[in-house]
């Protein structure tokens, strides 16, 4: 069992950046690959960025490569968004998710196991 828990998000100026963190429980974290997704309102939750389980391999939609960097520390079971050039459609509750996503899963909700409770994200323009 793994509990996810968000932190970070808040209100800022398009073009300003966050930093989102999501803090693991569970000794197994180092195990999973972890996702970061968001639901903006009236719409599904969509892929924003994965990480594999040791860091090597990341993963981004094209709406936010270049200016979104996903991390995570281990040690810390912590994962990290750092979210930069925020534009108005960024806005969304942003969750992330534990689990062990096929090679060519990792943008599907489906393959990952354990979520967070959700962090919101707003950008003004």
């Known amino acids: 069992q793994v509990q996810l828990v968000e932190s970070g998000g808040g209100l800022v100026q398009a073009g300003g950046s966050l930093r989102l963190s999501c803090i693991a429980s569970?000794?197994?974290?180092?195990?999973?690959?972890m996702g970061w997704f968001r639901q903006a309102p009236g719409k599904e939750r969509e892929f924003v960025a994965a990480i594999s389980w040791s860091g090597g391999n990341t993963y981004y939609a094209d709406s936010v490569k270049g200016r979104f960097t996903i991390s995570r520390d281990n040690a810390k079971n912590t994962v990290y968004l750092q979210m930069n050039s925020l534009k108005p459609e960024d806005t969304a509750v942003y969750y992330c998710a534990a689990g062990y996503p096929s090679s060519s899963g990792y943008v599907h909700t489906g393959q990952y196991d354990y979520w967070g409770q959700g962090t919101q994200v707003t950008v003004s323009s």
């Open positions: 569970g000794r197994t974290f180092s195990s999973y690959s």
